[in-house]
């Protein structure tokens, strides 16, 4: 359909900067609807080869290369792969040699003791001027092991500089990608997402992709999945319908840059982050078909289930996507969104309730305010993000308790926020630099202190 190109002239011969092509690049993208079936696209008519994977010779003198997600012989619902005809084989490529992984971490995770502690982040501070978003990554902490594909790690990015000449792939797991502030332009293996606040991207295991700015310096999450791909939950009782629909995920159409010269390709693997001079762009996949796709989704369409009688449902109601583990019901992850919903528990303190869990709880802040956290300088805000690791007690801070446990119950729309969690089943051990940091809340249990007793006998 098309082809797409580095930063350089326009077809009106004039130099556009790095925002203008990549924004002009993401205008009217064309996507294909629906999580995990089978798609197939070709940027070419007639690229794409038709009654079988590997002809003697593909279309167009394209390459035919498959693309494994899962091993060959996994049942076929979680079977992935995906066949690339590409202009050169993937397997052209010199020699990776080792490079700096800047403040990226990769599990397992023993820099530090996991701790039991509450703790909460600000936002990370401003890049220095040039990072762009491979270099902008900030692991957080993590658990499991990717040598062993298990466990997963919070990493959070900002940048003000779109990846030139540069393509990153993650052999260690799939990202899954939370804008806070601005907008990305993900040139794919397999073609263009632009994802923007409110919409999250997800990236396989091993696709190779390359970060554009679309409206100037960003900031976000990111989860890397070490485990078994992140999937739909299943609906049990909710029915055929709700929570996130298949069809509103968006995988991108075939786009291609046919160039030569030099490219930098970043490999994270077992924890290295390893570097090639190639001689073309490794984003010359002209046609594909299969199952192993990035995605992008708006947070805005998860239909949102809870309660239409008393009590504060458990927030596994909420979840988007699950990365299930060997136990049936025990995620490795899980990612949660707390999307705008009508509030009308009747006789139920109706933010979050004072828990401990088994599970552990990494929560970030898309936009505005998250109901059980007060908001502003200081508290839970837009780019901050907490950790409440397994069986730490919390829940409503001292001024949500008082506001919620004496509120009018009438119905009430929650809608100025947007805040989602990461949670797993392991504890997240946090990196040297994020428990040291700056921007660590130093006096975070306070948010608790002063929750007066009421008991009378
Ligand atoms: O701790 C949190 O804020 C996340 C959370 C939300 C909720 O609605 C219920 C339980 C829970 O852990
Ligand atoms: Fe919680």
Redesign the pocket.
């Known amino acids: 359909m098309f082809s797409i190109g580095f930063l350089g002239p326009d077809a009106s011969g004039v130099r556009m900067s790095g925002i203008d092509h990549a924004r002009k690049a993401a205008e009217g993208l064309e996507y294909l609807s629906g999580f995990g079936n089978e798609h197939s696209s070709e940027a070419v008519p007639g690229a794409l080869p038709l009654g079988r994977n590997s002809p003697q010779r593909a279309p167009f003198g394209l390459y035919a290369e498959q693309l494994s997600g899962s091993a060959f012989t996994e049942p076929r619902a979680h079977n992935r792969r995906s066949w690339l005809y590409r202009i050169r084989p993937s397997a052209a490529h010199p020699p990776f040699v080792r490079t700096g992984s800047g403040a990226l971490r990769t599990a397992p995770f023993t820099e530090t003791p996991p701790d039991p502690n509450r703790l909460r982040w600000d936002p990370l501070p401003d890049p220095a001027p040039g990072t762009d978003w491979l270099s902008g990554l900030w692991t957080l902490g993590g658990n499991g092991d990717a040598t062993q594909r298990t466990g997963m790690a919070v990493h959070l990015y900002h940048a003000n500089a779109s990846m030139e000449r540069r393509v990153f792939g993650d052999a260690d797991g799939e990202l899954l990608i939370v804008p806070e502030r601005g907008g990305l332009l993900l040139r794919t293996e397999l073609g263009l997402l632009s994802v923007r606040p409110g919409e999250v991207a997800l990236v396989p295991r091993g696709v190779r992709f390359r970060v554009e700015l679309l409206d100037g310096a960003v900031r976000g999450y990111v989860c890397e999945n070490y485990g078994q791909p992140f999937a739909l939950p299943e609906l049990g009782p909710i029915g055929a319908n709700g929570l996130a629909g298949a069809r509103d995920f968006r995988a991108p159409v075939a786009a291609y840059e046919d160039v030569e010269g030099d490219v930098e390709v970043v490999n994270k693997f077992c924890g290295n982050l390893w570097t090639a001079v190639y001689d073309h762009s490794p984003l010359d996949v002209v046609a594909w078909h299969g199952s192993h796709l990035p995605y992008v989704y708006d947070l805005r369409a998860f239909n949102v289930m809870g309660t239409i009688s008393y009590d504060h449902p458990d927030?596994s109601i909420f979840t988007v996507l699950t990365s299930p583990s060997d136990t049936p019901g025990l995620a490795g992850v899980d990612f949660v969104v707390f999307a705008p919903r009508w509030l009308v528990g009747e006789d139920t303190f109706r933010p979050?309730y004072f828990?401990r869990?088994v599970m552990s709880?990494y929560?970030g802040l898309i936009e505005g305010a998250y109901d059980a956290k007060t908001a502003g300088e200081g508290g839970f805000v837009p780019g901050g993000g907490s950790l409440?690791n397994m069986m730490s007690a919390?829940?409503p801070d001292r001024e949500t308790f008082d506001r919620a446990s004496t509120a009018d119950l009438g119905p009430q729309k929650v809608d100025d926020g947007l805040a989602f969690?990461f949670e797993t089943r392991w504890p997240v051990t946090a990196t040297a630099q994020a428990a040291n940091a700056g921007h660590l809340q130093r006096g975070y249990d306070d948010v608790w202190q002063g929750l007066q007793r009421h008991f009378r006998s």
């Open positions: 927030p979050p828990h869990n709880e929560m409440h919390h829940g969690m």
